[in-house]
């Protein structure tokens, strides 16, 4: 079914869910049904409780992705403010009156079940800048002061974020946005100065903002030998199991780090590594060969798009999610330090999958309209 730039913004629902990328889907469903298997194996053998819930989330994440896939993409570009808004006020509340667990305040509590703010900052962020820099011209984008507008906007939710603590989603989110302006056109100098301040700030962070933990993981990740009981744990199990795993691995259900509780979190920051000891080389080979398919569909899909928002959204949705698989690992490689972040669709957490599911709806609704022409007055509906 050929739709053309003039009518795509105005297909039925049903024309929208035939335009939709049924291939990228599928992909989704693939690599989630490896985190299902991986989960039922971390519960040694069970469906319960972590497989059973992941799957459940999984299907509701399907049905939010294919409802913000069809929305109309001017209506997220309209709204991507007030989105932004909103999170940063649940960030707010997660301030003053979240939930604590596992020595971080990260959640709100609902009673029925628990939301964490920052995995909506993730999508808001992308939206933001996307609907910031949309229209902007090339001499705009050179001006100092209108880069700083969406600075100010990114620094205030990382900093919040920083505050839970949440090191890890911290740096996903400020990663994120600086490739995005980097995508908008921002110059490279203004780069450039924001390295050098960093370089600068080095000093105060680790004296008067980062907690003692967190200075002791960026400590073990140099030398993680000099604590193995203690803040060198994680890693130095991590970096056992991954060796032990050899080419082809131990066996489903047969790794002797994660099934006798030698291996920490394996439902969640460390479940690759779980992935890597019972299937060894080739299967952590085969689960990094699709995120990879994942990642150039999702790219392309970006670049395919005519309109600037489009670009901006699909290329943001695109980056975060390279970084998180990216990070997480390396990090139970031991390559980069320990943060504490989920492996997208493995990884068992609820927030984090929704969110996930929602930022690929996103991306979705850019290929549905990716021949659609935005202009300078569509965010104010002209």
Sequence with gaps: MAISPFQQSDMSIGQRLWQINWSFVLLLGITASVGFGMLYSAANGSFEPWASRQMIRFTAGIFIMLV???????????????????????????????????????????????????????????LLLARYFYASRLEDVSRISHVFVPLILLAIPAFLVLRQPD????ILLVATGVVMLFLAGVRVWVFVAGAVATIAAVVPLWKFVLLDYQKQRLLMFIDPEKDPLGAGYHILQSKIALGSGGMF????????????????????????????EEFGLVGGMALIGLYLLLLIYAFAISL???????????????????????????????VVPVVGMPLPL?????????SL??????????????????GPGAADGN
């Design 357 to 374: 599911m929602f930022s690929f709806g996103l991306l979705l609704c850019v290929y549905v309209h990716r021949d659609v022409q935005i």
């Design 68 to 126: 913000v896939a069809v929305i109309d993409i001017h209506v997220w570009l309209r709204y991507a403010y007030a989105f932004y808004v909103v999170s940063l006020a649940l960030l707010i509340v997660v301030e003053f009156g979240g939930s604590i667990g596992m020595g971080a305040q990260r959640w709100i509590d609902l009673g029925v079940f628990t939301i964490q703010p920052s995995e909506l900052m993730k999508i808001s962020i992308i």
């Design 167 to 170: 090191l890890g989603t911290t």
């Design 249 to 276: 691995g131990k066996g489903f259900l047969e790794g002797s780090q994660s099934h006798l509780s030698f291996l920490p979190e394996k439902q969640t920051d460390f479940i690759f590594t779980m992935l890597a």
């Design 304 to 334: 395919r798009c005519r309109s600037q928002f489009g670009r901006l959204v699909g290329m943001g949705v695109s980056t975060s999610f390279f970084l998180n698989v990216f990070v997480n690992i390396a990090m139970v490689m031991g």
């Design 346 to 354: 493995i990884s068992y957490g609820g927030t984090a999958m929704l």
